[in-house]
Nanobody, 113 residues
Framework: VQLVESGGGLVQAGGSLRLSCVAS????????MGWYRQAPGKQRELVAI??????NFEDSVKCRFTISRDNAENTVYLQMNSLKPEDTAVYYC?????????WGQGTQVTVSS
């Protein structure tokens, strides 16, 4: 299984980015799928995830980030608005199947002040 992220880059504070992650396998509503991030010197943390009957966001991104998915395209998106310098991190796509958990290679998001 491969997860390929895109959409990262450099943006000024207050700007927006949209991350995409395409899975090499079919995804279904019962597969939790979402995004984590890791800033330098910090542990990887959950940003947003969609699963069966639930959507969760890390507190600091609530009302700024939106997660969506298109199962027909095997893709999950992360729309990031009102970006802050503290959002700077490598963002990783995550997929949970019945058999294992999978991670993408990560895409860098840098927010300048």
């Amino acid at each position: 299984v491969q997860l390929v992220e895109s959409g990262g880059g450099l943006v000024q504070a207050g700007g927006s980015l949209r991350l995409s992650c395409v899975a090499s396998v079919s995804i279904f509503d019962h597969n939790p799928m979402g995004w984590y991030r890791q800033a330098p010197g910090k542990q990887r943390e959950l940003v947003a995830i969609m699963g069966p009957d639930i959507t969760n966001f890390e507190d600091s991104v609530k009302c700024r980030f939106t997660i969506s998915r298109d199962n027909a395209e095997n893709t999950v998106y992360l729309q990031m608005n009102s970006l802050k310098p503290e959002d700077t991190a490598v963002y990783y796509c995550y997929l949970s199947s019945c058999f294992s958990d999978y991670w993408g290679q990560g895409t860098q998001v840098t927010v300048s002040s």
